[in-house]
């Protein structure tokens, strides 16, 4: 069982920057693949980033590459999200989520997932 609670959401202006952080319960963290994924109002919950269980491997949604980037720290049990020149279509709650995993790919499907965090909102105003 993992326990994920996020931080580090917020208010900020359009080109500003925040850093979402995600710290898993567990002494076997290495083990676990993981993702971020948003949700704003009325819509469906859809994939921001993802990283292996190394950290070697990233893969991120199209809407962020390039502003976005993931990273984890196994030492500590965290997964970070860096975000970088923001716009108001990045407006949403940030979830972060873990899968137990072998591989050493990334998963970027949302239904692939067996643990969740609560959430953390980001609001971009323009």
């Known amino acids: 069982q993992v326990q994920l609670v996020e931080s580090g959401g917020g208010l900020v202006q359009a080109g500003g920057s925040l850093r979402l952080s995600c710290v898993a319960s567990?002494?076997?963290?290495?083990?676990?693949?993981m993702g971020w994924f948003r949700q704003a109002p009325g819509k469906e919950r859809e994939f921001v980033a993802a990283?292996?269980?190394?950290?070697?491997?990233?893969y991120y949604a199209d809407s962020v590459k390039g502003r976005f980037s993931i990273s984890r720290d196994n030492a500590k049990n965290t997964v970070y999200l860096e975000m970088n020149s923001l716009k108001p279509e990045d407006t949403a709650v940030y979830y972060c989520?873990?899968?137990?995993?072998?591989?050493?790919?990334?998963?970027?499907?949302?239904?692939?997932?067996?643990?969740w965090g609560q959430g953390t909102q980001v609001t971009v105003s323009s």
């Open positions: 989520a873990a899968v137990f995993t072998v591989s050493r790919l990334v998963i970027s499907k949302k239904n692939e997932y067996d643990y």
């Open positions: 567990g002494r076997t963290f290495s083990s676990y693949a």
């Open positions: 990283l292996s269980r190394s950290g070697g491997s990233t």
